[in-house]
């Protein structure tokens, strides 16, 4: 396998992960965003919306974070990254979607170029903007946490699954931008918890070997 990624990017993040813990293999194929090597005519031929990450398996190409793990799970079963019931998988999947569709979209990199160099916002207003989407919607993770009985050491249980792939970058972004986060003691243990694991601390950013 090839994941084509970048190693700031929280939704590759999310996928190194996923393959560590499933024990694969791959090659790591960097794509600099900062310096618009998605752009190239290249990699354009490989993947056709020119984002990160991406997965070639053979003669299959998975684009998109959450689809790639979802097609790693079911291709490779053990250990799982989703509950065996109904429930259990959509509230699983309610969580991911909650940092992937709710609050990554609005604070990734070619948005946040695009408040900046297109519509001219200066960049402390840019920051306030980032701020006020990651801490309002860790909120709201929190608040689903704190109420089900079913959360333990990671999001679902006491083992890690699909929404501690995608918990864990967004925190690692928030740090960086100095984002509040004492507001979510429940949210930050499950995150204290996955980097005592080889398969979240080995593959952050800092890990990467095209890391700067």
């Keep these: 396998m090839e994941l084509f990624n970048y190693f700031r990017s929280s939704a590759s993040y999310r996928v190194r992960i996923a393959l560590a813990l499933k024990g694969l293999d791959y090659d790591y194929r960097a794509v600099h965003l900062a310096k618009n090597e998605h752009l190239a005519e290249s990699y354009g031929a490989v993947a056709s919306s020119r984002l990160v990450p991406l997965l070639r398996d053979g003669d299959a190409v998975v684009t998109q974070s959450m689809a790639i793990i979802e097609y790693l799970d079911e291709t490779h ?104 986060l004492e507001h979510v003691p429940t949210v930050m243990k499950v995150f204290e918890a996955c980097m005592a694991l080889d398969a979240f601390s080995k593959t952050q950013p800092s890990a990467c070997p095209d890391a700067e």
């Design 77 to 180: 079963p053990e250990p799982p990254l989703l509950p065996p019931d109904a429930l259990g998988r959509a509230r699983v999947r309610a969580l991911a979607q909650d940092i992937a569709c709710e609050i990554h979209p609005l604070n990734n990199l070619r948005v946040l170029r695009y408040l900046t160099k297109d519509l001219g916002l200066p960049e402390d207003a840019k920051t306030r903007w980032y701020k006020h989407w990651v801490e309002t919607g860790l909120e709201v993770v929190e608040q689903r946490l704190v109420r089900d009985a079913v959360t333990g050491r990671f999001c679902h249980g006491d083992a890690p699954g699909l929404a501690d792939c995608v918990l864990v970058p967004q925190i690692f972004n928030a740090q960086r931008f100095e984002c509040r």
